[in-house]
């Protein structure tokens, strides 16, 4: 693969990352969610800081691109003023938390990531990318999303504290969730390590426990509409005219309108069955100066045709999906690398790719798109 660079870390409000478009600045909502007021001065800055566009990333986060130099302090200041981001850019920086969107006020979900956002200032420093995933309801329905230490509804009904990469967890009692978090973060950061999933140094024996999670299930969200966002990016003039309601933003790539009925919202996607909601692709180029080859006209034209999962990298980075595709292409020099039920750049044996050097035309043809 060619040579991309490796950030090592993830932007933030407070730390915007370079981009072909200008600055990408990244928020955190509190708890995944948004008040309306919170939502429609989100859209606003992005206009008038940004070029109007917003991403929905993995972790359930928001990022406004296109910021200017000129215009970041402004931003920053207004982002803290409207409570979507913190005033101490290291507790910012920290707070990398992802709950299961269909939690409710004063359940496990809701109770524990309230208690680790209040115990912040306690967590060592930890990797840019490391973070927490709180997944308390009455089944996983993260198992899928990445994140280092993760609470999670254990199969005999009880909490477990798991590692990420570990199948099996240990017991918590009640109230002690955010401790055993916290703990489990300063053992990993006093091991030198980077991602738990790749860390295989023995876990500290209270930390290693033989519970395994219970059986995941697909997500339910109850009392709002959902609708997915193509790519995972939306234009801030489109936000600000759905978010009639307070906001809960998914790692799905998918937005809950609270309280509001089914509709269907033209730019958005309502049907779930919709192809589009079955493929990954990123930024490319130009907006990605990483990327050598455009991404999303082509994604959006195979993904009809494309049985399964189909995910469209710019390069091999993969940093719209880490794991496994059904069909993964890769770019490459301006062209593309095509794999079956692999990551994007994987090296193993198993993962490489079955054609290279293929120009948009070529991958068109082999799917049979005209």
Do not use: Y
Not at 6 to 25: E, H, Q, Y
Not at 102 to 122: F, P, Q, V
Not at 249 to 264: F, M, Q, Y
């Amino acid at each position: 693969m060619s040579g991309f660079a490796i950030k090592g870390w993830c932007p933030d409000a407070w730390r915007p990352m370079a981009t072909g478009d200008g600055l990408l600045v990244r928020i955190k909502p509190r708890l995944g969610r948004l008040s309306r007021d919170q939502a429609l001065a989100l859209c606003a800055l992005a206009q008038t800081c940004g070029n109007g566009m917003i991403d929905i990333t993995r972790r359930a986060n928001l990022q406004i691109r296109g910021v200017s130099e000129a215009n970041w302090p402004l931003l920053i200041v207004q982002l803290i003023e409207h409570g979507l981001t913190d005033p101490d850019a290291w507790r910012e920086r920290a707070r990398n938390i992802l709950i299961a969107p269909n939690w409710a006020e004063g359940d496990d979900s809701h109770r524990i990531a309230c208690d680790l956002m209040a115990r912040i200032d306690r967590l060592p420093p930890l990797p840019g990318k490391v973070g927490f995933v709180i997944d308390a309801g009455r089944a996983p329905i993260l198992s899928a999303e990445p994140g280092d230490f993760r609470i999670e509804r254990g199969a005999d009904g009880g909490l477990i504290l798991r590692a990420d990469g570990r199948v099996c967890g240990t017991i918590i009692p009640f109230g002690q969730e955010a401790e055993a978090l916290i703990a489990l973060a300063h053992w990993f950061a006093q091991s030198g390590a980077r991602r738990m999933a790749r860390h295989h140094a023995p876990l500290p024996d209270w930390a290693n426990g033989s519970q395994p999670p219970a059986p995941a299930r697909p997500a339910i969200v109850p009392g709002g509409a959902a609708f997915g966002v193509p790519f995972g990016q939306i234009d801030a003039s489109l936000l600000a005219r759905t978010a009639t309601s307070d906001l809960r933003i998914t790692p799905w790539r998918v937005l809950i309108l609270e309280g509001t009925p089914t509709a269907n919202i033209p730019g958005l996607i309502s049907d779930p069955a919709s192809p589009l909601l079955r493929v990954d692709a990123c930024p490319g180029a130009p907006a990605c100066p990483q990327a050598s080859v455009e991404t999303r006209d082509l994604a959006r034209r195979l993904a009809p045709v494309v049985k399964g999962r189909l995910h469209v990298s710019g390069c091999a980075k993969g940093c719209a999906r880490s794991g496994p595709a059904d069909i993964t292409l890769t770019g490459r020099d301006g062209r593309f690398d095509l794999a079956a039920n692999a990551r994007a750049g994987a090296h193993d044996q198993t993962e490489l790719p079955a054609l290279t050097d293929m120009d948009p035309a070529m991958v068109l043809a082999h799917f049979g798109v005209a």
